[in-house]
């Protein structure tokens, strides 16, 4: 029978093969269509469709009511439809060699009720790829309505308008727009339109949102290379992953059973895969892989697991310790030649309490006692060195450890208790097991000498290594009479050793002529005294008879040598009226002459702040003689086609006036500010102004520098001409635009989760008094033409955003980086000396001769110049350095300045004592009210101690435009109410 069966199944196979089935057959209702039949229901309405033929049937739709569906059961029946059922309903057989013979419809369910059917699109936006073609189900619901076009809509209203270049598009009424070959260029809201009766329908915009084509596997990392656990402890670790898109998956590779847990962070763009062993056995020890894993590539990432049975504690010290022999020399920077001395200890489980001596070499001796291990009890581990070094070397002492448990507390004691200051700095890293604590100290004087201590602990171990320092120090002689008897003093380390000498004559040393060594038998007394401050050592001689005789006393070590000479003579007879009377008239003389030099040196120069670097060798900079600089005579320009106007600003020695150039450039009229002297000035200023001329000319053009556009040297009076900024300068156009800008600050969405919440009203307070925006300077401050508020050339100026001061801040560091291109220092980077022109770009400039720094308050005396010491870097203010870095510090207090809105830096803060020791200490002002946490992030970098951890001015530049880039910018900025290049 079975036999039978199967001969039967096999004839019905031969038949269906030979003699295909018909087509199925759809039926609506009780009426059987023909295939590819098209019918138009009304909303509201009910159908059947039901599928008959020779072999079992399936149903599909593209329908958006029924397009999620996984399976349509045969008959289809909706009790009630709507324009979402429209679709083409297609019947075939389930057998795959059947699948060609398949019977569609194509269903139009009208709502004449709701002309905003007439269109139905997917309520949810489209998951893209670039490169792909995509299938926009924008299905028409009434056949009636011609003229069907897919547009790109532009405006809330639905209004469209022509398609993104390169887009190519085939619409369907009964399937949707089929877009080809996506590009990222193609996002945008999109909407069908068609017509009927002279009626326009619009279908609800729907948004695409191409991704962009996947380059490259997922990255994926762990944070730990190394891990390590005792016995019985947790364990965890996390994979870092993410990708340009959702479709990847992350995977761990193990050989025991562990824990997995998963994190989405962000949509799934970025994974975090936590893998977790709850308790942990030598089992457990190797290495885990973390697999990611996309349509381009699979990237890995590994981490290893070590299972102790129990604590361990290495220690290695490295100090930077004075040449002797058999010690390998290293050459650690150009300042400092150290060798290194290295000591292991390592400390393990189960040990006995003991106590242990050892030395390395006679330099080092470490002594290690080990306390009860066994229980909570911890082991104590001390060790002592000896260190000497020379005065004014930088000294590195560096304690490495590797324990488990880590490293919880550690910190450095020194014999004056000061750490981070300019001569000790303290700095600590960590890496898993590993740990590093460092003290520089910064070249060492005599009285840094004394013990310094690095303790650290964890539940199992505590350790203090204690590290003698001692300076080097050259013996100074000096010879004291007492009682018939001379006495050299000397001291030293090491300790010196003192000789008598006598020479014929009265000599100035003993050492040019012949001489005699005194015999020891001669000398009547010694002694040698070693503190904890110094070394001294005393060596008595009885005094030599009168007459021409020098007694020398030579101290010396290997560090150097000193002598002390003396002559046991009669002293000559002087007549003391006339000599007294000679110094009295010298003393006054002098005074005088003192005096004079004082007023001559108060006396108020002009001098250009810009410097151009000839050469650099370390901190010493050697400056171009601006003198010598060429000037070429193509800047000339004729007097009489100049018509000067109002005065913009003016200062002690000079003045900056608008005014009207004819046919300078291709324009014919052309608005400049010519900047001259004042009768009163001297030669001086005249050289001083020739040099900021053949500065400007030196340096050429940028966008971002108040640029030379010619001048007058001859027949007359010097007029140097430059580009105008009507805006004036940028402290006084934040401080004027203070009170617009709080007044838009609330209704700005590129500030999120009101990170940036304030009270206005204290703001407002603020603002008006111990901000310094009202204060006031008696000089003329360069003025803005155009009131706050008022239009020229279609710019408003009425309100600022974020994005505005962000856009000034990148300004001001491309001009800063075009400078630091052409080694030119600034060395006067600041709001004031910044300008805005009518399209509000910033420009850098020196008001010079135009500022009347006697009357500011931001330039204070400091020895016999006036400087803006508030604005100056660490190494200018106390050493007299002035780099590009320097110009990077000032560069950040600007950007406090701008993020303000024009307060004077450090507000209340008188120049004194207590702010400089503020400034070495390394403590920066407070955040501004508007700054982003990013910008104020920058700002402290620019304050950084250490010059060469500054940000150079190109980075900074690249810092800012990347945040604009990401900034969501819907400000009054981007109506153009403020432009910038």
Known sequence: RNVHCLLVDLRLVHMSVVFPPDPPSIRLNSDFLPNQTEVLL???????????????????????????????????????????????YRCGYTNQSLQHLDTWIHLYVKDPADPSSVFVTPRSSPDVKEGQDFLWRCLLTDPSVTNLTFQLETNPRGKGRALPHGMSVTYDPKRGALIRDLKRSFNGHYICSGWKDGIQF????????????????????????????????????TCLSSSYNHQYNITWTHKWNVTLSQQYVNQRLHINSTLTVSAVSQRHSGTYTCTAFNEVGVAMATTQLRVLDAPYLKIYLQTALHAKANTRAIKVNEDLVANISSMSMEVQGDLDNSSTSQSMKREVIVNVSI?????????????????????????????ETESYPPIANQRWTTPTSVINNSVYQESYTANGCRS????????????????????????????????????YRPPNAVISVKNNTLTCSSYGYPLPTILWYTCPGVQDTCGDVSSYQVSQANVTSQSDVEGEEEETKHLSLLLPPAGDITVECVAFNYVGESRGVFTPRKPHTFFIPALLGAVSAAAILLLLLMVVSYKWKQKPKYEIRWKIIESTNGNNYTFVDPTQLPYNYKWEFPRDKLRLGAVLGSGAFGKVVEATAYGLGSDDVTLVAVKMLKPSAHSEEREALMSELKILSHLGYHDNIVNLLGACTQGGPMLMITEYCSHGDLLNFLRAHAQHFMASFLSMDELEGGAFYKNMANLHIRLRSDSGISCCSDYQEMQPILSPGETQQGVQTGSLSVGDLMRFSHQVAQGLDFLSTKNCIHRDVAARNVLLTDHCVAKICDFGLARDIRNDDSYIVQGNARLPVKWMAPESIFQCVYTVQSDVWSYGVLLWEIFSLGKSPYPNIAVDTHFYKMIKDGRHMTRPDFAPAEM????????????????????????????LLSTNDTSPHQRKQVRST
């Open 436 to 471: 590093e604590a460092s003290l520089l100290l910064r070249r060492v004087r005599q009285e840094d000498r004394g013990t310094y201590s690095f303790h650290f602990s964890n539940s199992f171990f505590s350790s203090s290594q204690n590290i003698d320092l001692r300076i």
């Open 42 to 88: 009304t909303a509201g309405s009910t159908f059947t469709l039901s599928c008959h033929g020779n072999s079992s049937v399936r149903w599909s739709s593209t329908a958006l009511r029924l397009l999620y569906w996984d399976r349509l059961v045969d008959p289809v029946e909706v009790s009630r439809s709507d324009p979402r059922h429209t679709g083409t």
């Open 936 to 963: 104020y992030k920058l700002m402290t970098l620019c304050w950084s101690l250490e010059p060469t951890d500054r940000p150079t001015f190109k980075v900074i530049g690249q810092l800012i435009n990347r945040l």
């Open 202 to 237: 619009r279908s609800r915009p729907v948004y695409l949102l191409v991704a962009p084509r996947l380059c490259c596997p997922p990255s994926v990392s762990v944070p730990q290379d190394e891990s390590v656990r005792l016995e019985g402890e947790k364990f965890e670790v």
């Open 371 to 399: 306390k009860d291990l066994n229980g909570v009890s911890s082991a104590n581990i001390s060790g002592n060195s000896t260190m000497e070094v020379y005065e004014g070397r930088d000294v590195i002492l560096t304690f």
